[in-house]
């Protein structure tokens, strides 16, 4: 067997490891360089990285980590409590946490911190409000080496050091990134002496480079040559990330909660899927997907009913009709122009007529959903793992996230608080199920799909399973 695993993807470049980023290409590249306190194992399960261990106080304001002794760095420095203070600082700097120009996301949860080192390998982290889902944000806190970092500062994302499963060799802008295997890891890994990320844009040819072995995976095949092609070895999961139309629920039509429910029971989800994504995707039944800690699945999902959506519609005074407006980029999600001209159909049905503003450029796209400034509706994705997150950044009318648009729920809010403060695990997760089945009531946003993550494979990968969140991990690639 090759001992090179081979990666060819849509998107390839060099990035700081403290930002908050949910591409899945990036994240993948992190994971093999880099070591969290606590880290996803395949099923999504926190697990041990550089903490062996961690106690949560009865109030879930402070953590007491413990770390893996002799954890070394790729340069050799050791992986320490003063790394870790320093990483985790770093961390929630209010210019760091950047994600399509929204700065601070991990700051806005860390501000206030307080970080104790207690010995080498023991850290106290008290934070200024409970969060029993604080692993939540951890889990993408890279520990860095601290005078590798000042000494190059931006240019460390050029030469990145950390302490993960594999070690930075090499970038060729455009080309290739490769990393080689780090053979003093504290976790046992497959037999792969380095790995090669290749830089293909064009879908298809990700799919020959696996049919003729010049690649292992090919992430993010075209969903019909994926489903329909017999001679390609491939893996299907259902993705974390929500497709969604957040409203306006601050002005507007859609400040009414029966307006809101009414757009949710217009729309055939199983159509739209087939139309948009080509069969390719789940209907959402809720504000998070079904992978997420706190998914209800006794709670009956919103169904396709125009009538009902109809009848609520005249009840709120819109007998005659409606019209709304509609804000969508034109990527990410790539099929943003075929799902908004697809839901205008549908909702025309029921008696609401969609007008639609597109913005090519995707990041003012995101500026103008995070300065609130959108009409009625707009085309976005949820993509934390994180119930909390997402509660917290887009519902919790108290906080404003940046994608927050004007929602208030304040039964919700209640149990937010309670969950936070929640740290038995069962407990919180049942406090979660509660939100589920009130946002289910009253949608904060129109629930559309979850995508189907589809991988090509080499055939000796056929034991392998895309992970939820869609990020390969090369800890567990047989």
């Not at 629920?249 to 757009?263: H, S, T």
């Not at 079904?290 to 009956?300: A, I, L, M, S």
């Not at 648009?405 to 407990?427: I, P, S």
Request: aromatic share 10%; charged share 25%; glycine share 6%.
């Amino acid at each position: 067997m090759n001992k090179i695993l081979t990666i060819a993807q849509s998107k390839l470049w060099m990035e700081e490891p403290h930002n908050c980023t949910d591409a899945k290409d990036v994240l993948t590249i992190f994971t093999s360089l880099f070591d969290p306190l606590a880290a996803y194992d395949p099923k999504m399960r926190y697990v041990p990285a550089l903490a062996e261990s961690w106690i949560v106080s009865e109030d879930a304001r402070t953590w007491t980590f413990k770390l893996r002794p002799d954890v070394k760095f790729h340069n050799g420095q050791s992986v320490d409590a003063e790394a870790v203070v320093f990483s985790l600082k770093r961390m929630a700097r209010p210019d760091m946490g950047v994600t399509l120009g929204a700065p601070g996301v991990y700051n806005q949860y860390l501000v206030g911190m307080e970080l104790e080192i207690l010995n080498r390998q023991m850290l106290r982290l008290t934070l200024s409000e409970p969060m029993a889902d604080l692993l939540d944000i951890l889990v993408t806190g890279y520990i860095l080496p601290p005078d590798t970092v000042e000494r190059l500062g931006d240019g460390f994302k050029a030469g990145p050091i950390g302490s993960g499963p594999f070690e930075f060799v090499g970038y060729e802008k455009g080309v290739r990134i490769r990393a080689r295997k780090n053979s003093n890891y504290f976790q046992a890994l497959p037999d792969y002496e380095a790995i090669e990320w290749l830089l293909v844009p064009d879908p298809n040819e990700r799919l020959s480079m696996i049919k003729d072995g010049r690649a292992h995976i090919a992430a993010g095949p075209p969903y019909r040559a994926s489903l329909e092609d017999n001679d390609l070895n491939y893996v299907r999961s259902r993705g974390s990330t929500v497709f969604i139309i957040i409203y306006n629920a601050k002005n507007g039509p859609l400040k009414d909660p029966r307006i809101r429910l009414a757009l949710n029971l217009g729309v055939d989800r199983k159509a739209l899927i087939n139309r948009v994504l080509k069969g390719a995707g789940y209907p959402l039944s809720g504000f998070v997907s079904p992978v997420h800690f706190g998914f209800d699945p006794g709670q009956t999902p919103i169904r396709f009913d125009p009538n009902r959506a109809r009848a609520l519609l005249k009840e709120s005074g819109y007998s005659e009709g409606l019209s709304l407006t509609l804000d969508s980029p034109t990527s990410l999600p790539n099929e943003a122009v075929r799902l908004s001209q697809a839901l205008a159909d549908q909702l025309k049905r029921i008696g609401v007529e969609i007008n639609i503003v597109y913005t090519e450029d995707r990041e003012l796209y995101a500026n103008k959903v995070r300065r609130k400034d959108i009409h009625d509706m707009c085309i976005f994705d949820s993509s934390p793992l994180s119930t909390f997150r997402v509660l917290k950044e887009k519902v919790d009318a108290r906080f404003e996230g940046s994608w927050w648009q004007g929602y208030h729920n304040e039964a919700v809010e209640k149990l937010l608080d309670a969950a936070q403060a929640t740290a038995d695990n069962r407990r919180r997760e049942a406090i979660y199920k509660q939100c589920f089945r009130l946002l289910s009531e009253d949608p904060p946003w129109l629930y559309l799909y979850n995508a189907m993550n589809i991988t090509g494979i080499a055939p000796h990968l056929s034991a392998w399973q895309m992970p939820a969140h869609g990020v390969i991990d090369p800890r567990y690639v047989p």
